[in-house]
């Protein structure tokens, strides 16, 4: 017989019965039932009851463990009573009486039970981290994890795509995050980077003549923690193809994408690709006040600002005298009581705004009457222009925001997601892709008028080099985002792979030739050597797994995360460095004032 084990703890069954099997894994529980002793047993497999009486030879040595001791224990398989069949467990129709055990592994005083369900404070849980992944749940989401990129990896290989490797250490290249940079020991005073994203790389694989890559690729960025994002590293399916439109793109990477979800979304509805809506960026801003908007909550805002101008209510008339202003509102079906207006007024207020503007709409026996502040102020004719144009009717509510749209659409795009939630709207049995396309390639600073990248600088603009030479403003790139239930799932481009316009596009948001030609000289250098057109998208690993987890927060599908302060208390990370690694460096710590 193996020294560990003949079978699983999810393996045996009636047709064992009789049989001598040997098990190894967790006492998950132990029950005493008046000199009856029980121990369910655990593996990654699932589930076993073991017990032994005081016939045991070895009941003495049984009585001693604990919660998640390690052992091995050889036994007979029996038969249970039918009465005592557990139904929820693929072993629930045998037990094993215990002959014999070993303690693989005694376990101290636990910091937190595997057993149950009980909630401990995510410092506990990251610093034992080990028990907390012992847990059914944390099993269950690895598993998941693992299923997930290995289903991944099977389509992309389907569709003709190779998996290559990129480096790890390399140059430090702005990507719009920090880097994690790398001190030289052989170059003295130099530092390597963590990639950000293997962008470069890649797209040097086309120039190489590789028509299809794919990765999954580790990506290193110093961020501030968010729940959907880790603050140090991530993985993502990283692909990028020679010869492609963006539609090429889509019709690649979209099938991939819902393949994964309906194989691991639990029956949730997944829309077919060549339905998920293509929606321009300034209409998402303008919609959902998004660009990665939640397309299960219906709601779509609107411009109201007409039935505004001019109004007896002071604030929004005032506001629409100054340029690049507009009153925006956000249809409530269903919302129309004082009592809901009021927690959305309060919601605004949590937001820093001093509230939120609102109408609804009551029966008042002989008709429909508009209520609210705002319906007093701007009188029925208005506020019926209003209710025509949102499709209101009895019982409905609009929520309104004013501004220049930059500054509200945050909080107007929250609201949205937020009024869906509590009114029910949003469909919670589905997953709602859209592509989000047509992103501006440049902003302008409010207050010293520069011109600079808004989204990313390697995009190829529409219109080429005859958009570059118009307003920068006006230049939109052939760069797109996934959108997926209020998450971006994937971000792409097609890239620019021409030099000259290259050196154009930099030197509209301030940036000299030689600059681009010191910051990405490989990438510049290569494309007069006869680059194809090329583009790609890299897509969130640890966000897909989340969702389709149904977790809210990315530490719950990550096996060793980092803690909102982007520790890793269980490795006790970032440590000081001894003073000899400082020396082999040539690297001096300046302390920091407390």
């Not at 055990?101 to 057993?115: H, N, S, T, Y």
């Not at 590789?210 to 961020?223: L, S, W």
């Not at 589905?430 to 501006?440: E, G, K, L, N, S």
Request: aromatic share 10%; charged share 25%; hydrophobic share 40%.
């Amino acid at each position: 017989m193996h020294a560990y084990r003949s079978h699983s703890c999810a393996d045996l069954n009636k047709s064992n019965v009789g049989e001598t099997v040997r098990l190894s894994g967790w006492v998950h529980r132990v029950r005493d039932h008046g000199g009856l002793l029980f121990i369910d047993l655990r593996d990654h497999y699932g589930v076993t009851q073991v017990m032994a009486d005081p016939d045991s030879p070895v009941f003495a040595e049984i009585e001693k463990v604990r919660s998640e001791w390690c052992i091995r224990i050889d036994g007979e398989v029996k038969a249970r009573d039918e009465s005592l069949i557990n139904p929820k467990i693929s072993t629930g129709e045998i037990e094993v009486f215990i002959r014999d055990i070993e303690v693989l592994g005694a376990a101290d005083e636990l910091p937190l039970m595997v057993f149950g369900d009980q909630e401990y404070p995510e410092e506990t849980r990251l610093r034992y981290r080990y028990l907390d992944l012992r847990r059914e749940k944390m099993q269950a989401s690895m598993t998941l994890r693992s299923d997930v990129v290995a289903s991944m990896r099977r389509r992309m290989w389907d569709q003709n795509f190779r998996e290559f490797q990129t480096p790890i250490i390399t140059a430090s290249s702005p990507e719009g995050a920090r880097d994690f940079l790398v001190p030289s020991r052989l170059h003295p005073g130099k530092f390597y980077a963590l990639p950000q994203a293997p962008q470069q790389f890649k797209q040097l694989i086309m120039v190489s003549g590789f028509d299809k890559y794919f990765q999954i690729a580790p990506c290193f960025r110093d961020e501030d923690p968010r729940a959907d994002r880790s603050p140090t590293d991530f993985y993502q399916l990283d692909m990028e193809m020679s010869f492609v439109t963006q539609q090429d793109v889509f019709d690649t990477i979209s099938p991939v994408l819902a393949g994964v979800f309906e194989e691991f979304g639990g029956g949730k509805k997944v829309d077919a690709p060549q339905d998920w809506p293509q929606i321009p960026y300034a209409e998402a801003a303008m919609k959902y006040g998004s660009d990665k908007p939640d397309l299960r909550n219906p709601i779509e805002m609107q411009d109201c600002s007409e039935h505004f101008r001019g109004s007896g209510f002071a604030i929004f008339a005032k506001l629409l005298e100054q340029e690049g202003t507009q009153i925006r509102a956000i249809p409530a079906p269903t919302g129309g009581s004082r009592k809901f207006c009021d927690r959305m007024n309060k919601f605004a207020q949590g937001e820093g705004l001093p509230g939120m503007g609102y109408i609804f709409w009551r029966d008042q026996g002989e008709g429909m009457e508009a209520a609210g502040p705002l319906a007093k102020n701007i009188g029925p004719e208005r506020t019926e222009a209003i209710r025509q144009q949102l499709s209101l009717g009895v019982g409905d509510a609009a929520f309104f925001l004013g501004g220049k749209p930059k500054a509200f659409e945050k909080v107007a795009g929250k609201a949205r997601d937020v009024i869906g939630e509590e009114l029910g709207l949003t469909d919670k049995d589905r997953f709602a892709f859209a592509w989000i396309v047509d992103f501006p390639i440049y902003e302008q600073d409010e207050e010293s008028g520069a011109i600079d990248f808004e989204h990313n600088p390697f995009s190829m603009p529409q219109g080429g080099m005859d958009a570059l030479n118009g307003d920068p403003l006006a230049v939109k790139g052939y760069q797109y985002d996934l959108a997926c239930n209020g998450y971006e799932l994937v971000s792409g481009a097609i890239r620019n792979h021409k030099p000259e316009i290259m050196l154009k596009a930099f030197e509209l948001a301030g940036y000299g030739a030689d600059e681009v030609k010191s910051r990405f000289g490989a990438l510049f250098n290569a494309f007069h050597y006869g680059a194809p057109p090329h583009g790609g998208c890299a897509a969130g690993i640890d966000r897909i797994v989340m969702l389709l987890a149904d977790e809210a927060n990315i530490r719950e599908v990550m096996m060793f995360p980092m803690n909102q302060r982007a520790e890793d208390l269980m490795m006790d990370a970032p440590s000081n460095p001894s003073s000899d690694q400082l020396m082999e460096l040539g690297l001096r710590v300046i302390p920091q004032d407390q």
